[in-house]
């Protein structure tokens, strides 16, 4: 079984800055990419940011220079460093892995439990 565990967020001041994580654990042999979605309330979810196996990131126009993902192979876990965040940031952000595990012949996404982002004076 494959898990991702998030950690961080909380609530923050427009401007400030929060470092969001996520860890995988279980019996992973590789992961392809990792990806980080949100979704504000009342709005559809929204694709933020993606980290690859080879280190390719790509960013939403929203968040670029922004916002940084990079991750750490030797702790299995991709961050999420948020700059200068607005109001608009405001929402419950997910991480997202493309997961190659034991057993399973083809990749799972495997999905983190979420972790509320309030941006608010």
């Known amino acids: 079984q494959v898990q991702l565990v998030q950690s961080g967020g909380g609530l923050v001041q427009p401007g400030g800055s929060l470092r969001l994580a996520c860890a995988a654990s279980g019996s992973i042999e590789s992961i392809a990419a990792t990806a980080w979605y949100r979704r504000a309330p009342g709005k559809r979810r929204e694709w933020v940011a993606r980290?690859?196996?080879?280190?390719?990131?790509n960013y939403a126009d929203s968040v670029k220079g922004r916002f940084t993902i990079s991750r750490d192979n030797a702790k299995n876990t991709v961050y999420l460093q948020m700059n200068s965040l607005k109001s608009e940031d405001t929402a419950s952000y997910y991480c997202?892995?493309?997961?190659?595990?034991?057993?399973?012949?083809?990749?799972?996404?495997?999905w983190g439990q979420g972790t509320l982002v309030t941006v608010s004076s």
């Open positions: 997202m892995s493309t997961v190659a595990a034991v057993g399973y012949i083809e990749g799972l996404e495997v």
């Open positions: 980290i690859t196996s080879g280190d390719t990131t």
